[in-house]
């Protein structure tokens, strides 16, 4: 079965820290790969997508993340927070079963 | 036109009620997604249209009925539920169901059982 998992579930950095979240995913064939994220209130917003190619991809806001085949990984980074990235982050897996499955989430909270 | 539309943004509804949700887009997707999304938890798929037919149900109790009246319309129609179906409703669409398509979501629903 099609599954994801988010490690981290509670991060807590400064401003300017640098962010990385983890995320695993678990299917044994060929996947899209995607990272969300939800500001308060607000609805979902796709930061940035994996389908084929460069495995180090480039989103919106200055958020990257990098695809690891040997690893069932796509962690997602940024060098610099800030105040404003204070929200919910979703890592998501869609396969050729149609399923789009979302993992548990990371609240992130940047402190001023 | 690149939007989901999902209407009504907020439904508070009882118990007896019968109610529907609505969702509307014209992109041309030919797959159509239902979720479920409590409070600081990730959303749930319950169900998958594929060229207008059902083909995912994540064992979603019977009081939620989806329909798909065309490729543009997907509803969800609610009957009998309860104060734990409180949450907000996503719809999403995308070109085709499966890999190497974007998914495009909607602002959701925010329903409230008493």
């Known amino acids: 079965a099609q599954s994801v998992s988010q490690h981290n579930h509670h991060v807590i950095l400064s401003e300017a820290a640098s962010l990385e979240l983890g995320c695993n995913y678990s299917?044994?064939?060929?996947?899209?790969l995607f990272w969300y994220v939800q500001y308060p209130g607000q609805h979902l917003q796709l930061l940035l997508k994996?389908?084929?190619?460069?495995?180090l991809v480039k989103g919106i806001k200055g958020f990257e993340a990098e695809f690891i085949k040997s690893k069932f990984s796509f962690n997602l980074r940024k060098p610099s927070v800030q105040w404003s990235d204070t929200a919910e982050y979703f890592c998501?897996?869609?396969?050729?079963?149609?399923?789009?499955?979302f993992g548990q989430g990371t609240t992130l909270q940047v402190k001023p | 036109d690149t939007e989901v539309t999902q209407t009504p943004k907020h439904l508070v509804m009882g118990m007896t009620n019968k109610k529907s949700l609505k969702c509307e887009q014209h992109?041309?997707?030919?797959?159509m997604y239902w979720y479920k999304q409590k409070a600081k938890k990730p959303p749930e798929l319950m169900f998958v249209?594929?060229?207008?037919?059902?083909?995912i149900n994540e064992s979603v109790p019977s009081r939620f009925s989806p329909e798909c009246p065309n490729s543009s319309l997907l509803n969800l129609h609610l009957h009998a539920l309860q104060p734990e179906d409180s949450a907000l409703y996503l719809c999403?669409?995308?070109?085709?169901?499966?890999?190497?398509?974007?998914?495009?979501f909607g602002s959701g629903t925010r329903l409230t059982v008493v």
């Open positions: 999403a669409s995308s070109t085709l169901p499966g890999i190497n398509y974007g998914y495009t």
């Open positions: 994996y389908f084929s190619g460069d495995p």
């Open positions: 992109m041309g997707h030919r797959a």
């Open positions: 998501a897996v869609a396969s050729n079963t149609g399923k789009l499955i």
């Open positions: 249209y594929s060229y207008e037919k059902l083909s």
């Open positions: 299917y044994g064939g060929t996947v899209n």
